[in-house]
């Protein structure tokens, strides 16, 4: 069966983008597999794509870091087919200036404008950090979800952490002149407040609608019938932002920070009722992971009628051949989108495609970044 998905990446271009001197793809709609060594740059590849669609790396790779060692800048390119019309996707960095993106040969003037356009979904080894780093490791993946999925989201992110710069800044302000304008107080106290609320009330939906698919999706990869949950953890879910400022003002002034708002939610993970962290198995911990990234996925496309880009990076760490044939298959029933993965077996994902009859194109990478390509 033959899906063209709604958002489908064409072609990629690289320049000096980390281990590519040079590099030129094209893809099909379906399922295309890097397959190769470890070493040779196949995640590199997954990572220029979401670059692409979210002008960031999805490791901890700063902009600069990204520059081909002893190179002085890089480029991306890719031509997008979405819902039918070709978008021309660029981004160019060079030392010492400003990161530019281009859609169609126009600059952005603000590069969160280009976020939402492209929806993308990445699955990796690093997925392990949302249940072992701290909240904001958390924060950051359910925003990134609902900027791709909520057109305002992203620019009410941005007043409010701007507010709360000002905020923490004019607390430490107050603090080493030894005088508080409690007016001035109230005053951001206010402004932050509606802000904060959008982004709660977006929070929590986006969460409730994940929540929905997760048990399932779970059953779908492993086979077993344990009930998994997410929780949504906020002040918010007590109190408006400006009632719970006024409450926290004297410990916020000894603190020199905000000490209550949407900057401390956090999301909580349960199977069977106990946390996933303490009580889950590394199996378990994977399949959940998956099954939360696909719940992410369903809602990004629920609410926007478009189906993201899915990289799934490394997916036979994740996953025995069974599992990783069910995400597939799960993929496809589901009516999602182009598939991008990377392996280091080329016998394994073969037969991982066979099973899942989908068109695939296969990219064999050798240790001297040479790519062979094939379709089956
Ligand atoms: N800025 C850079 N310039 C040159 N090489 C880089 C850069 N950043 C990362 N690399 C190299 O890319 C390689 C890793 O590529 P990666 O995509 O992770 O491989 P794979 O996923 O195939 O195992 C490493 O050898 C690393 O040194
Ligand atoms: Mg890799």
Redesign the pocket.
Known sequence: MQIVSDVTLKSLALLNF??WEELHLSFSPVVNC?I????????????SIHFLCTTKSFLS?TDI???????DYFFIKGEFDRIGNLEVIQVSLKKSEKKVLKRNDSNYQRLSEHIGLLPVIVISPQDTNLIYEGSDERRKTLDLALSLSDGLYLHNLQRYNRLLQQRNAYLKEADTSGRVQHDILTLYDEQMDPFASYIYNARNSFLAAADQYLSRFYYTISSAREHCSIRYQSDLADNNLAALLAQSRQKDRELLYTTRGVHKDDLEMYINGQPLKKFGSQGQQKSFLIALKLAIYAVIKEQTGLSPILLF??IFDKLDQKRASQVIRLVQEMKFGQIFL?D?HPERVKMLTQQTGSHSKFFM?DEHQKITHHEA
């Open positions: 980390k281990n890097f190769g060594p470890n070493g040779v740059g196949k995640t590199n590849i997954l990572d790779t870091q990204c520059i081909r060692f002893g190179a990076d490394d990377s280091t990478l």
